[in-house]
């Protein structure tokens, strides 16, 4: 019977337009969408306290009645983790019949499922064919989708956008680059709609090959460097976008806007806080699904590191609110002998370094009394390993004089290791790649994502 019921956001606001939506966007109060969210937000911590098992017994455990709930703050320190998801079966979170199931990928063998209702999917389709209109997507655009489709949502919930909006579309999955290259050309499709890693190697191709005209290229999946960004925008001459999601929350729950600077949350669907956010009011981004009957999240900890971004974008989706870029997963902010490290520190050190491939990664290792810092460098197929090794020292005295001070104390040592291309990511672009691992630890006590 859900699948009659639009969400009330929609249902007051906006309905079942694109067009309408994006016309009047511009005219919703940031008050209206809060309250709406409260409807919705106590709403389904009542749902979820009736039908999952899990949360009926977390809440009776913690003492918590789900009537008396009104916003995210009256449930404490509850929150559900990807831990929850891993440890319990998937049916201890369904509260109704589920049509759709997808698998989030991840460093441990057993991956987490998450079930849908088609109503669902398309719910989130919908929004993200808002966020593709922003970008310009329009119904006469031809676009290739080059997602995987196994038991990965991307691809689905991108079909249900595509529809939304109407253009000609069609999904070539993940073909290896070359095959792709060759064999999409002559469409002359001028939307591409593309995982982050995969994008670069087609990219080295067209580079030397050519390009078409494209209109603008959507990269999902990854947090991409902005030095990489900007040499695939200058190889394509379009603009390259990028969202920002999970399996969890059915694909993106954020999408860039023209200004590149952020992403627009998806506050129709999900409800968004930042967890312990430190004096720049960076913290882990925490959601509750507003819509989702199938297997709704409360409180769902995303382990990404972000905060909301304030400063205005210009564009007419502004009554969503942004975050900034990814900083960081919140399991990879590591203690050692160089200090505290987390992605965002080696991104900035290495980005846009001469002979550096897009991927990288750094272990911190201790085969003796000191911790060692092996950075893990994917090297161009010209790539210098002598330049860059000098350059990146010269930068790290520069950039970080803190932990470059620490090197020269002898708080922990730096060996470099050059790897050819594709040597970190054994198992496709779509999975993530770790960027940040302790290898000190003990075989299987690490934090598992
Ligand atoms: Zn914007």
């Given at each position: 019977m859900f699948e009659a019921v639009p969400t009330l956001l929609e249902t007051l606001v906006?309905?079942?337009s694109i067009e309408r939506r994006y016309k009047f966007a511009?005219?919703?109060k940031p008050g209206l969408v809060r309250r709406v969210q409260q409807a919705e937000f106590q709403d389904t911590v009542r749902w979820a306290g009736q039908r999952s098992s899990f949360y009926r017994e977390r809440f009776q455990a913690l003492g918590i009645d789900p009537r008396g709930?009104?916003?995210?703050?009256?449930?404490?320190d509850f929150y559900t983790t990807s831990a929850d998801l891993r440890a319990r079966e998937t049916e201890d979170f369904v509260c109704a019949t589920a049509q759709a199931g997808f698998e989030t990928t991840g460093t441990t063998a057993r991956n987490k499922r998450v079930y849908f209702s088609n109503e669902e999917i398309r719910d989130i389709g919908f929004e993200g064919a808002v966020g593709l209109w922003n970008l310009?997507?329009?119904?006469?655009d031809r676009v290739v989708d080059a997602f995987d489709?196994?038991?990965?949502n991307a691809g689905i919930t991108l079909l249900y956008s595509l529809n939304a909006i109407g253009c000609f579309h069609v999904i070539?999955?993940?073909?290896p680059p070359e095959d792709f290259y060759e064999r999409v050309?002559?469409?002359?499709?001028n939307v591409l709609i593309v995982d982050t890693a995969w994008l670069v190697s087609l990219t080295e191709i067209a580079e030397q090959r050519g390009v078409w005209p494209v209109k603008f290229i959507m990269a999902g999946s990854e947090n991409m460097a902005e030095a990489t960004r900007q040499w695939i925008e200058k190889v394509w001459r379009a603009k390259v976008y990028q969202a920002y999601g999970q399996t969890e929350s059915l694909g993106a729950t954020g999408v860039e806007c023209?200004?590149?600077?952020?992403y627009h949350l998806n506050e129709v669907n999900f409800q968004f806080e930042i967890l312990?956010?430190?004096?720049?009011?960076y913290g882990e981004l925490v959601f509750t699904t507003?819509?989702?009957?199938?297997m709704p999240l409360i409180?769902?900890?995303?382990?990404d590191i972000t905060r909301f971004a304030d400063?205005?974008?210009?564009?007419?989706?502004?009554c969503m609110r942004r975050i900034g870029k990814?900083?960081?997963?919140?399991?990879?902010?590591i203690s050692c002998g160089m200090g505290m490290i987390s992605p965002w520190i080696f991104e900035t050190w290495f980005g846009?370094?001469?002979?550096?491939?897009d991927d990288w990664q750094v272990a911190v290792t201790q085969p003796g009394p000191r911790d060692v810092l092996e950075l893990r460098l994917e090297l161009q197929a010209n790539g210098d390993p002598e330049a860059l090794r000098t350059e990146l020292m010269q930068r790290l005295e520069t950039q970080f004089p803190y932990y470059h001070k620490n090197l020269k104390m002898g708080l922990y040592e730096l060996r470099f290791r050059f790897l050819p291309r594709?040597?970190?990511?054994?198992?496709?672009?779509?999975r993530k790649l770790r960027?940040?691992?302790?290898?000190?630890?003990?075989?299987?006590a690490g934090v598992q994502v």
């Open positions: 906006f309905g079942r511009p005219l919703i709930v009104r916003r995210p703050a009256d449930l404490g310009g997507l329009r119904p006469e489709y196994a038991f990965w070539a999955s993940k073909l050309k002559d469409y002359r499709f023209p200004a590149q600077n952020g312990n956010p430190n004096a720049e009011g507003l819509t989702r009957r199938v409180r769902y900890r995303s382990n400063e205005p974008c210009g564009c007419r989706l502004s990814i900083v960081g997963r919140g399991d990879e902010i846009g370094a001469a002979g550096l491939a594709g040597e970190l990511r054994p198992s496709g672009p779509r960027r940040v691992v302790d290898e000190r630890l003990p075989v299987g």
